[in-house]
């Protein structure tokens, strides 16, 4: 269908990329100050490109930090937010669905972020491109951008739908969503995996991290679509909370009973035995020959997710406030205990005995940050679209051919 | 005195019930009774003849009585699937089905205590778990552990349907701090009782096989599969024999229990098999054995596969709509029941000591009197659950009640027929 010569769907995008880049004053300052943080994380990266990975904390003996880290929570967080809409497609929670959209926004953008992670971590990035098919197969590509493509065709069409007010036909997304489910625990495996095949560190050589990632996933994935419920049902009047709040909270919960019963599994595990000194564990832990820079990392990841623990099963978690402290905790406490819990010890002591520290660098945390702040972007803009769309103030109703099809969007924010 | 008095005939009336049934009762209870003894008599051979009678050796010194064990305890620990939808999230379809898991679970350790006690070469020695008499060695080792977690559970169990049933007798309302502390204690225990069987396992560090974190989340996960599964066929056979009536709904809530295990324990088995494989180091020889066979000796191979391929299908059916149907959903649980005893029992206990330290691959087949002992055993089992479930049906369904006692006492003499079956006469007649 065209108006004016123009196809409908060009004048979707043109509408959405509209949408995106007006708001009100809150709308601009939060933008720009993203936008800042993330020109900051790009300067950082250029300084690195220039100097190597010299800039960065890494060293021969610990060669993953930070970037790592996130990259590794990231894929959870995607992987976590596709997973939630197995209940919602298979047990037809229809009055849900627009939480299907909101799962696959958050993992596109993790997916994004995830990539820039990876490519910040490689000391030559153009060699980037040897992991192509042609060069070499690379069963990690592959799941990734197609796991990128996948969510990014499920949202869209979806959008789309809403936007020309047509119901969305099963046929053409429900297959996806299947396919993107199983794709989600397949992507979370394999980096699961990453570090499981790596035979010499036994600190990750064990089968059990692969369903601790899954149940941490399913932790933060939740509390952080929760946050992100809370703040849009705060600065536009879109409140999805009363449907979808007790079903993510319940998830969270489950999922954080499952991970503590893990975590006890592997202390337990690494500790009863008697054979060899669980060293890696000791260094995380306790420390190891008077180095002992993880333990505040790993004695506040513990707390903060015990405090989540705690409110989530106490009748206490009905409280809106209480659940956003809840979620904080969780994310924040999941994201030290991979990063710093799992990444950095698996490599100390190495393999002759050193003990090596590894503290990110100041040009390492503005990349950091920079792609934090580029990921909020991302997904500020894309829920800046779709919440007028799922609203139905954006709709090809009020794209009246006298404006070329381009109608001038309204204010939604209150 | 009358506490104790009124609590004697409640006993009374239970055990007079249990001797009580239909010819077909008499029928699969005669059966079970001679295959016990029958396994009481291999017992007595394996007493006189010691473990020599059986297929263990000094390299393989676990065999079917661990294996079964195992199984056991995780089905003894799944009651709790009945139990968490019942307390905690106030499932309606299964309230009045919760007892049947209870009974379950307790039929299933008196199973567990059975096969540990054969599995000793000298069971007197046993008595040296005895603090006083000997030293139980508690914090230490992992079989003083087991031992209390199994006896309290039993306990627990054994604590909160006996109430539960007397007040239904007395027809009185369970006063709830008398119960529920129990109940909410007993879930955290079922667990612990089969994350504790699993750390018998793990905590062997020179087993490589054994000594992995994800041991336990598998047991737990596998568990929740076959205990489930088997308490939607007794559920279905209680249904058929008496006149208890079960609804379509509960045995649909428990196939989505059972659908979800099944999943999450697909999943580990893959991490597993991944962990074991995919770094191809010496710690994968147990591994390679179970799946593949060493240098030719391949006894595993075959049992393995086939627990594999019954898991297969058990999944299979279960993700698919059609176990809505009963008649699927039984041959998922049957095959999911078979499968995972298989892959607890010969895939996990033996292959962790094959090949030994030494590199000795040392076969292990039970023998004839072992297999008899074992069957013997399940047979007994089935014997425990179904006295406990016929002694249960008729309190549950109030025809064994306060009131009809004295009416029993008075016309008891020799009488065979109870007043609950006579309830049943009458209500069999009124439906014609």
């Keep these: ?414 | 005195m009358t506490v104790v008095r009124n609590y004697l005939l409640f006993l009374r009336r239970c055990l007079r019930v249990a001797f009580a049934g239909d010819w077909r009762y008499y029928a699969w209870m005669g059966v079970l009774t001679a295959i016990t003894l029958a396994g009481l008599h291999a017992y007595a051979e394996q007493l006189a003849g010691g473990l020599a009678t059986t297929g263990m050796t000094d390299q393989v010194s676990w065999g079917i009585y661990i294996a079964n064990f195992t199984f056991l305890v995780g089905v003894a620990a799944a009651a709790v699937m009945l139990v968490i939808p019942v307390y905690i999230y106030r499932n309606r379809h299964l309230s009045d089905l919760v007892v049947f898991g209870e009974l379950l679970a307790v039929a299933a350790i008196l199973m567990c205590l059975a096969f540990v006690t054969v599995d000793l070469g000298r069971p007197d020695r046993a008595a040296y778990m005895v603090p006083g008499f000997g030293k139980l060695n508690f914090p230490g080792s992992m079989l003083a552990w087991d031992v209390v977690v199994l006896a309290g559970y039993l306990l627990l169990n054994a604590h909160i349907i006996g109430y539960l049933l007397y007040c239904r007798y007395q027809n009185w309302t369970p006063r709830r701090w008398f119960y529920i502390p129990f109940v909410f204690v007993a879930i955290v225990w079922a667990i612990s009782i089969h994350t504790v069987t699993a750390f018998l396992f793990v905590g062997l560090g020179g087993r490589d096989f054994w000594s992995q974190a994800i041991v336990g989340p598998r047991f737990i996960a596998s568990a929740f599969v076959a205990g489930p599964a088997l308490i939607i066929l007794a559920l279905q056979v209680i249904r058929r024999v008496s006149t208890y009536v079960v609804p379509d709904e509960a045995l649909l809530t428990l196939r989505s229990i059972v659908q979800v295990a099944m999943l999450i324990n697909a999943f580990l088995l893959i991490n597993e098999v991944f962990k074991k494989f995919y770094t191809d180091t010496a710690h994968g020889a147990s591994a390679e054995y179970l799946y593949f066979g060493i240098n030719g000796h391949d006894a595993l191979v075959p049992w393995i596969w086939t627990a594999i391929a019954l898991n297969i299908v058990a999944l299979a059916i279960l993700v698919l709509p059609v176990s809505k149907s009963l008649r699927y959903l039984n041959t998922a649980c049957a095959c999911a029941i078979v499968g995972i005893w298989i892959e607890k029992g010969m895939g996990l206990v033996v292959p962790g000591f094959v090949p030994t330290p030494l590199g000795e691959v040392v076969e292990y087949m039970p023998t004839w009197n072992e297999t008899l002992i074992s069957f013997a055993i399940w047979a007994f089992g089935l014997l425990a659950f179904t006295v406990l479930l016929r002694i249960s049906i008729p309190i549950l369904q109030g025809s064994i009640n306060k009131e009809n006692e004295r009416a029993e006492i008075r016309g008891s003499g020799r009488s065979v027929r109870t007043p609950e079956t006579r309830a049943l006469h009458v209500q069999t007649e009124e439906e014609k």
């Design chain 1, 1 to 414: 269908m065209a108006r004016n010569g123009i196809p409908a769907w060009l004048v979707f995008a043109g509408r959405c990329l509209r949408a995106g880049a007006t708001g009100d004053w809150r709308y601009y300052a939060w933008i720009g100050a993203l936008g800042a943080v993330t020109i900051l994380g790009l300067n950082a990266y250029a300084n690195q490109a220039v100097a190597g990975l010299a800039t960065t904390g890494l060293q021969d003996q610990v060669p993953w930090g930070i970037y790592i880290a996130n990259f590794t929570f990231l894929l959870g967080i995607a992987g976590a937010a596709v997973i939630l809409v197995i209940p919602v497609s298979m047990y037809i929670k229809r009055n849900l669905q627009d939480l299907v959209i909101f799962c696959a926004l958050l993992a596109v953008t993790a997916i994004v972020m995830a990539l820039a992670f990876v490519v910040v971590d490689l000391g030559r990035p153009d060699r980037f491109a040897h992991i192509f098919p042609g060069w070499v197969p690379s069963l990690r590509v592959i799941v990734l951008a197609g796991y990128l493509l996948l969510n990014l065709h499920i949202v869209v069409y979806l959008l789309y739908c809403h936007y020309r007010n047509r119901r969305p036909s099963a046929a053409f997304y429900i297959p996806f969503v299947l396919i993107a489910v199983v794709w989600a625990i397949t992507l979370h495996t394999a980096t699961a995996f990453l570090f499981l095949g790596l035979g010499e560190t036994i600190f990750w050589n064990q089968a059990i991290i692969g369903p601790r990632f899954i149940t941490a996933a399913f932790v933060a994935g939740p509390a952080l679509l929760l946050l992100a419920l809370q703040v849009t049902q705060w600065v536009a009047s879109y409140d999805l909370r009363e449907r979808a709040l007790p079903f993510l909270r319940m998830i969270m919960l489950v999922a954080m009973v499952f991970s503590v019963f893990l975590l006890l599994n592997e202390v337990l595990r690494n500790y009863f035995r008697s054979t060899g000194q669980p060293f890696e564990i000791d260094y995380l832990y306790f420390g190891l020959n008077g180095f002992r820079p993880l333990i505040p990392w790993i004695v506040t990841a513990v707390g903060l997710n015990l405090i989540a623990l705690i409110i989530l099963v106490l009748p206490a978690h009905r409280s809106r406030a209480l659940i956003n402290v809840a979620c904080i905790c969780a994310v924040v406490g999941i994201w030290i205990e991979k990063a710093m819990g799992l990444v950095v010890p698996g490599f100390i002591p190495t393999p002759l005995g050193e003990i090596m520290v590894y503290t990110p660098t100041w040009n390492e945390a503005f990349i950091w940050f920079g792609i934090w702040a580029f990921g909020l972007l991302i997904f500020t803009f894309s829920l800046r679209v779709t919440i007028p769309i799922l609203q139905g103030t954006l709709s090809i109703a009020d794209s009246t051919p006298g404006e070329a099809g381009i109608a001038a969007p309204r204010p939604h924010f209150t």
